[in-house]
């Protein structure tokens, strides 16, 4: 079911596999930029979403307010969210995704949950919703 659809962000959730995908598609402000994360965070915690995927490789990189709210408040409610496994799909664009590995790497506190990076989508659900 799709929640959210946008020229820059798609989420939707499949029931059958409870697992929640985002998929940025492309540049967007720094406003909406930050109501997406938002709703995500809520999203995944209204459905008690146990497995999401996070594909951002067409993310552009982050102006540096935006880095610096990623990695303080965003990340901070996405450690909270009831995952137990979570893939990544990395940015195409190196500056993009150098900022994806800092928002989590310079954060003291890891993920309370599995996290693993993948290439391609089909790669990542499998994973996902493989048995543990």
Known sequence: MVYFQTDY???EYHAASNVLLSQWYGKCSSLQYRQALIQVV???????????????????PLQPEDLAWTRDVYAQAF???PLK????????DATAER???????????PLPFEMKEFDDLTSAYDWLTSKE
Request: glycine share 2%; aromatic share 6%; hydrophobic share 50%.
């Open 9 to 11: 962000l798609l989420v």
């Open 79 to 81: 450690r909270q969210l």
């Open 42 to 60: 809520r999203l995944a915690k209204q459905l008690g979403a146990p497995y999401a995927i996070t594909d951002s490789r067409l993310l552009s």
């Open 85 to 92: 496994r979570t893939a990544a799909l990395n940015p195409f």
């Open 99 to 109: 900022q994806i590995q800092q928002i989590f790497a310079t954060n003291a506190h």
